[in-house]
């Protein structure tokens, strides 16, 4: 970890103060972020603090309120990488604008991280979204299937349109057959024209 980030978060070194640290007051639940092994003033507990202020900034940044979004840190091993993080962004209010753009944030979180943590890549092995939205969301049941094929289920307004413009034609054309051969307009057929020779 970054001497800077120990400096920006204000942790200083355990063996300067190891005399005269006071006894770390006693936690009657774990951590939600998972394994026990994130501990204070450890890397993951760095890392863990620095995406959570990111988290919170960017969320001022682009005007989503701080309420809506929260995040867990999951420390994971992996036969080839080794230890590692996952960033899990947890979703607190439905608002389709946040699905909208959920990509569209996550994308500048990582550059704000990455910024901050140039390394970011060896260790945050990736983000994912949770949903815990609860009843703010108004969409409890799956829609019709035909909502999933490539085009759009017609709404009443669409479909109203399409047979006042069929009547419509059927008017016209109807119109025509009794008019005949004028209603198409009597036009002679078109000539060359003759240009003066130069």
């Known amino acids: 970890m970054n001497l ?19 006894p770390a ?6 951590p939600r972020e998972g394994p026990a092994t ?3 003033g450890s ?10 202020v990111l988290l919170k900034d960017s969320m001022r940044r682009h005007g989503i309120p701080v309420h809506w979004l929260d995040c867990q840190m999951l420390l994971v091993s992996s036969a080839s990488r080794g230890e590692g993080m996952y960033l899990r962004i947890i ?4 608002d389709l604008r946040m699905l909208t753009y959920a990509l569209a ?3 500048s979180l990582m550059v704000d991280i990455t910024r901050f943590e140039p390394h970011a890549s060896t260790w945050l092995y990736g983000i994912s979204w949770q949903f815990e939205v609860g009843d703010s969301c108004p969409y409890q049941e799956l829609p019709d299937h035909k909502v999933w094929e490539n085009r759009p289920v017609q709404s009443g307004a669409q479909a ?13 054309d109807a119109d025509m057959l009794v008019r005949g051969a004028d209603a198409a307009g009597n036009y002679e057929k078109t000539q060359p024209q003759i240009l003066p020779p130069r």
Do not use: Y
């Not at 979703?91 to 439905?94: F, P």
């Open 4 to 22: 800077s980030l120990q400096h920006l978060f204000g942790i200083k070194s355990r063996a300067k103060h190891k005399s005269h640290a006071a």
């Open 43 to 52: 890397a993951n507990a760095l890392r863990r603090q620095l995406i959570q």
């Open 25 to 30: 007051p006693a936690v009657s639940e774990p």
């Open 105 to 107: 944030f996550e994308k």
């Open 91 to 94: 979703m607190k209010q439905w």
């Open 38 to 40: 994130i501990e204070d």
């Open 160 to 172: 109203d349109l399409k047979q006042d413009l069929a009547r419509m034609f059927a008017i016209r």
